[in-house]
């Protein structure tokens, strides 16, 4: 598998609080994706980035910022928890946007009570 | 943009058998495409990945076909086994995105 550890595993919050999942790396890929995954819609993307502290939204970024300030580490806040934001959060990396593969975490359970 | 789909959501064979997962994508600017499995309560494993350039590549087991004409590709598995039982997707990379777009999936149901 590649380095890839997200946490918290699982997590139950209620609506309105903030929420953070942290996704570390240990390739030193240059590019890391947050992914949500819901029934009926598969995977989609939140927000990446494409290096330290640079980063860029995605196809659902609404409600969601996130950071980076090492090559390892991509922060994915929820400033205030909705119940629609339950979902399971994938994070993935990958070395290059030439074709290379994209790896992905074991995910995130969030549920938003 | 690009999208990505796939033609049924699930699929059952008998173990022993081959298996075909289709997937259909809208735009032909396209230029890589990659096969995921996942199984319940992971995240998805690569499992084989085609350039545009390319209308065939083969894996362990596996072969994706790419029709750029039809705007199809699909995942074949030979010799089907239990441990293939899971959820397939497919992805592509619309040329000069870094972003993927993931179909819904399949999901491959072996009968032992």
């Known amino acids: 598998d590649a380095g890839i550890t997200q946490s918290p595993r699982h997590k139950v919050t209620e609506t309105g609080t903030p929420v953070t999942l942290r996704c570390h790396q240990t390739e030193n890929h240059r590019y890391m994706y947050w992914y949500r995954q819901d029934p009926g819609h598969g995977l989609r993307l939140i927000h990446y980035?494409?290096?330290?502290?640079?980063?860029d939204k995605g196809e659902v970024s609404d409600g969601y910022s996130v950071s980076r300030s090492k090559t390892e580490d991509f922060l994915l806040t929820l400033e205030s928890a909705t119940s629609s934001q339950t979902s399971v959060y994938f994070c993935?990396?990958?070395?290059?946007?030439?074709?290379?593969?994209?790896?992905f975490g074991e995910g995130s359970w969030l549920t938003v009570v | 943009g690009e999208s990505v789909g796939l033609h049924l959501p699930t699929l059952s064979v008998q173990e022993g058998d081959n298996s075909i997962i289709n997937c259909a994508y809208s735009?032909?600017?396209?230029?890589?495409f990659i096969w995921y499995k996942q199984e319940s309560g992971k995240g998805p494993q690569f499992i084989i990945d085609?350039?545009?350039?390319?209308d065939k590549r083969q894996g362990q087991r596996v072969t994706v076909l790419l029709n750029k004409t039809v705007k199809h590709l699909s995942l074949q598995i030979a010799a089907t086994q239990p441990g293939d039982s899971a959820v397939y997707f497919c992805?592509?990379?619309?040329?000069?995105?870094?972003?993927?777009?993931f179909g819904k999936g399949t999901k491959l149901s072996v009968i032992p």
């Open positions: 735009n032909s600017a396209s230029d890589y």
């Open positions: 980035s494409y290096g330290v502290k640079d980063t």
């Open positions: 993935a990396i990958s070395e290059s946007t030439d074709g290379n593969t994209i790896y």
């Open positions: 992805a592509g990379v619309g040329a000069g995105s870094y972003q993927l777009t």
């Open positions: 085609i350039r545009s350039n390319m």
